[in-house]
């Protein structure tokens, strides 16, 4: 997951299949009005998107509140906001794929959707499709950045352990969500623990509130996940009794929609739509809401991770 901290995740075509065990939902959008001059940006869409009157979006509606499920299982929160916001200048609906977010990735390369938008971190590694070691395992995508977000540990209320830094992690057990940068952030950490001789208990889970379960239960004494989030869950957790974040925020980096490297023609299109989003003030609107407005980009940027 991508943070500005911490921060976002999306895709598609109308009447696709969706994935097995992933669940389609559709949000309605009308055109926004049309300023004097201001330029159609319906026309610069891919042909097949205009065909099919939406764009679809994997995301993983599991990630409060940048990505959930409200009632009535609609998709909610910071990143379904944006995509709506942008859907409305394209002119087009946007259709949400719940997926997985470790199987994200896959999904956009199989085609089950058009981008992904759910808190994803852009980094080098995924942009050029390669493992821990630099192997190339995937064509690789590309990035529209959105938000900016950072790491936070997130911890007990309290903090017993008195975890402050990662080193604080050392000798300890936490928990994490798998296929994360969280995940790549703690794989570095394992092997300074390792040197210094207390080395580090990692239990990786499908889900962010998987790894919150396992703190809550004193069986990992941190979980990382991405700024909003963290600071969510301590917001939200018992009404504020049982989570806090500790320490300040690690690495922060922009969230991006993905997409692959072919689709350069849907990559500019929603490049110049949250650009226009932003210039219209609806793209502060919607940071205000969920009060993540310290994570604001100031215009998009195609691959502008480290």
């Known amino acids: 997951m991508y943070v500005l901290h911490n921060a976002i995740r999306t895709a598609g075509r109308v009447g696709a299949t969706a994935v097995a065990g992933s669940v389609l939902l559709t949000a309605c959008a009308s055109p926004a009005p049309k300023e004097p001059n201001e330029e159609k940006l319906h026309d610069r869409l891919p042909a097949a998107v205009k065909s099919a009157g939406a764009i679809k979006i994997g995301v993983d509606l599991n990630y409060a509140p940048v990505e959930f499920k409200s009632q009535g299982n609609k998709p909610d929160g910071l990143d379904p906001d944006?995509?709506?916001?942008?859907?409305?200048?394209?002119?087009?609906?946007?259709?949400?794929?719940?997926t997985p977010f470790d199987k994200l990735l896959p999904g956009l390369h199989a085609k089950n959707y058009d981008v992904v938008m759910s808190a994803m971190t852009d980094n080098r590694q995924r942009r050029e499709g390669t493992d821990e070691t630099g192997k190339q395992v995937t064509p690789g995508v590309d990035f529209v950045d959105y938000f900016?977000?950072?790491?936070?540990?997130?911890?007990?209320?309290?903090?017993?352990?008195?975890?402050?830094?990662?080193?604080?992690?050392?000798?300890?057990?936490?928990?994490?969500?798998?296929?994360?940068?969280?995940?790549?952030?703690?794989?570095?950490?394992?092997?300074?623990?390792?040197?210094?001789?207390?080395?580090?208990?990692?239990?990786?889970?499908?889900s962010d509130a998987e790894a919150l379960a396992l703190v809550g239960s004193n069986k990992a004494v941190a979980d990382l996940s991405d700024f909003p989030v963290a600071a969510y869950v301590a917001?939200?957790?018992?009404?504020?009794?049982?989570?806090?974040?500790?320490?300040?925020?690690?690495?922060?980096?922009?969230?991006?929609?993905?997409?692959?490297?072919?689709?350069?023609?849907?990559?500019?299109?929603?490049?110049?739509?949250?650009?226009?989003?932003?210039?219209?003030?609806?793209?502060?609107?919607?940071?205000?809401?969920?009060?993540?407005?310290?994570?604001?980009?100031?215009?998009?940027?195609?691959?502008?991770?480290?």
Do not use: H
């Not at 210039?279 to 969920?290: A, D």
């Open 82 to 98: 944006i995509a709506n916001a942008l859907g409305e200048v394209l002119g087009v609906r946007v259709e949400f794929v719940d």
């Open 148 to 206: 900016i977000a950072g790491t936070s540990i997130v911890v007990s209320k309290g903090n017993p352990q008195n975890i402050g830094s990662l080193d604080d992690l050392c000798g300890r057990t936490i928990a994490l969500q798998r296929g994360t940068t969280q995940a790549a952030i703690i794989q570095r950490q394992t092997g300074a623990c390792e040197k210094n001789r207390k080395p580090m208990t990692v239990k990786l889970t499908d």
């Open 235 to 306: 917001q939200q957790g018992q009404n504020g009794a049982q989570f806090q974040v500790a320490g300040a925020q690690l690495q922060a980096a922009p969230y991006g929609i993905a997409l692959t490297k072919e689709n350069s023609e849907l990559r500019d299109a929603l490049t110049k739509a949250l650009d226009r989003i932003i210039r219209n003030g609806e793209y502060e609107k919607i940071l205000n809401k969920w009060g993540v407005g310290a994570g604001a980009a100031q215009n998009a940027v195609v691959n502008g991770g480290f």
